[in-house]
């Protein structure tokens, strides 16, 4: 495992971190037992940063992590959660500093401490970025010591750049894969100009970059693979990150070739966004050990060659881009 600090918070994280959404809930069942055979694995395997949010099973997530925490206590765990998504409506108007604390009260009481390591603001609307009110309200918090540091998870590239106007904001959580590249222009550019915490979400394209998935695969009910492939529950770019199953497929298809012997795609996928230097963790989610230890493998592999970041460019270029490029 490679470890690196996550920008101006200088919080230690292992460069491979652990996305905990399908441990919660929406993609399936996972029992409890194999909720936390997993996230043991992780630490097992060298991960110390794990993604959470006070929506993911209405709490369970962040109560599973909890549990984590008080199981490995020579461990030095850090958790990432984030709030908004309880607001009901979901709009601009309910992201006030009141609601924000209200939410952290009780991620505090999930997450079993007295000080959250870093909350992230949950892809709020992009109004909510103009409010420099929220963001005093969060600076606020950070005095009284309720929470450590506070970021930003976003759905669109123009919605960082905003957000990291912000002083305040020290990290920004994004979608970046094979899939979704855009981020590694401008934004990653401004990032590192700022010393900001890049936090790298939905790497396997939900699964999808694992070459594991042909035209005949289906999901539960209760998996967004079903129930928001458009878009129908929330924003399309968190499922597939918003490329059409049948073109992912397709892309898929093509990177086979470049998947080396004895090693997966969701390696060579994890291994591509760690050749990205603004890049601070990758947040894989997982429902067992061995995803989990296949996963990590991926910061053991070599860098890329020239040749092969300009393949996946160009897969990129055919399959995704037309896509994707100009939405998020
Ligand atoms: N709005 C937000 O802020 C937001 C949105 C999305 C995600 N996130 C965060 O980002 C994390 C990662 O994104 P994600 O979980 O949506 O997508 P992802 O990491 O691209 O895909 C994760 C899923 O892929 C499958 N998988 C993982 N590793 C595998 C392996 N080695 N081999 C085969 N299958 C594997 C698992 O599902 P199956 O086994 O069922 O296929 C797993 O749940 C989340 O857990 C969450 O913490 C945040």
Redesign the pocket.
Request: proline share 4%; glycine share 8%; aromatic share 8%.
């Given at each position: 495992m490679e470890y690196g600090t996550l920008g101006k918070t200088e919080l230690p994280v292992s460069r491979i971190g652990f996305?905990?959404?399908?441990i919660g809930a929406d993609?399936?069942q996972v029992t409890e037992a194999d909720a936390m055979a997993t996230l043991h694995a992780a630490v097992d395997d060298g991960v110390t940063f794990f993604?959470?949010?006070d929506v993911y099973g209405d709490g369970r997530s962040e109560r599973l992590l909890a549990q984590l925490c008080r199981e490995r206590p020579s461990v030095d765990i850090k958790v990432a959660t984030?709030v908004g998504r309880r607001l009901s409506p979901h709009v601009a108007s309910g992201y006030t500093a009141k609601n924000m604390e209200s939410f952290v009260d009780r991620s505090l009481l999930n997450l079993g401490t007295e000080t959250l390591d870093l909350v992230q603001l949950?892809?709020p609307p992009t109004d909510v970025y103009y409010d420099a009110a929220l963001f005093a309200g969060l600076d606020d918090m950070v005095q009284r010591g309720k929470i450590r540091h506070y970021g930003v998870?976003v759905e669109r590239v123009e919605e960082a750049l905003k957000a990291i106007e912000y002083p305040g904001v020290e990290t920004v959580?994004i979608v970046f894969n094979i899939l979704r590249q855009r981020p590694a222009e401008l934004f990653f550019r401004e990032a590192v100009k700022r010393d900001i915490g890049v936090i790298v979400?939905?790497?396997?394209?939900?699964?999808l970059l694992?070459g594991?998935m042909t035209a005949a695969t289906t999901f539960s009910a209760d998996d967004h693979r079903t129930y928001n492939r458009h878009g129908e529950a929330f924003d399309v770019g968190?499922t597939f990150a918003g490329i059409d199953f049948a073109t992912g497929l397709a892309a898929v298809e093509e990177l086979r070739a470049l998947v080396r012997p004895g090693t997966?795609m969701?390696q060579l996928a994890l291994r591509w966004i760690l050749m990205f230097d603004a890049v601070s963790t990758v947040?894989?989610?997982?429902?067992n050990p061995a995803?989990v230890a296949?996963?990590v493998l991926a910061a053991d592999l070599r860098a890329l060659k020239a040749k092969e970041m300009a393949a996946i460019g160009d897969i990129y270029d055919r399959f995704a881009r037309p896509q994707v490029h100009h939405r998020w």
């Amino acid at each position: 495992m490679e470890y690196g600090t996550l920008g101006k918070t200088e919080l230690p994280v292992s460069r491979i971190g652990f996305g905990a959404w399908a441990i919660g809930a929406d993609w399936g069942q996972v029992t409890e037992a194999d909720a936390m055979a997993t996230l043991h694995a992780a630490v097992d395997d060298g991960v110390t940063f794990f993604d959470t949010a006070d929506v993911y099973g209405d709490g369970r997530s962040e109560r599973l992590l909890a549990q984590l925490c008080r199981e490995r206590p020579s461990v030095d765990i850090k958790v990432a959660t984030k709030v908004g998504r309880r607001l009901s409506p979901h709009v601009a108007s309910g992201y006030t500093a009141k609601n924000m604390e209200s939410f952290v009260d009780r991620s505090l009481l999930n997450l079993g401490t007295e000080t959250l390591d870093l909350v992230q603001l949950h892809c709020p609307p992009t109004d909510v970025y103009y409010d420099a009110a929220l963001f005093a309200g969060l600076d606020d918090m950070v005095q009284r010591g309720k929470i450590r540091h506070y970021g930003v998870s976003v759905e669109r590239v123009e919605e960082a750049l905003k957000a990291i106007e912000y002083p305040g904001v020290e990290t920004v959580q994004i979608v970046f894969n094979i899939l979704r590249q855009r981020p590694a222009e401008l934004f990653f550019r401004e990032a590192v100009k700022r010393d900001i915490g890049v936090i790298v979400r939905v790497p396997l394209a939900s699964g999808l970059l694992t070459g594991k998935m042909t035209a005949a695969t289906t999901f539960s009910a209760d998996d967004h693979r079903t129930y928001n492939r458009h878009g129908e529950a929330f924003d399309v770019g968190e499922t597939f990150a918003g490329i059409d199953f049948a073109t992912g497929l397709a892309a898929v298809e093509e990177l086979r070739a470049l998947v080396r012997p004895g090693t997966t795609m969701a390696q060579l996928a994890l291994r591509w966004i760690l050749m990205f230097d603004a890049v601070s963790t990758v947040i894989p989610g997982g429902k067992n050990p061995a995803q989990v230890a296949d996963n990590v493998l991926a910061a053991d592999l070599r860098a890329l060659k020239a040749k092969e970041m300009a393949a996946i460019g160009d897969i990129y270029d055919r399959f995704a881009r037309p896509q994707v490029h100009h939405r998020w």
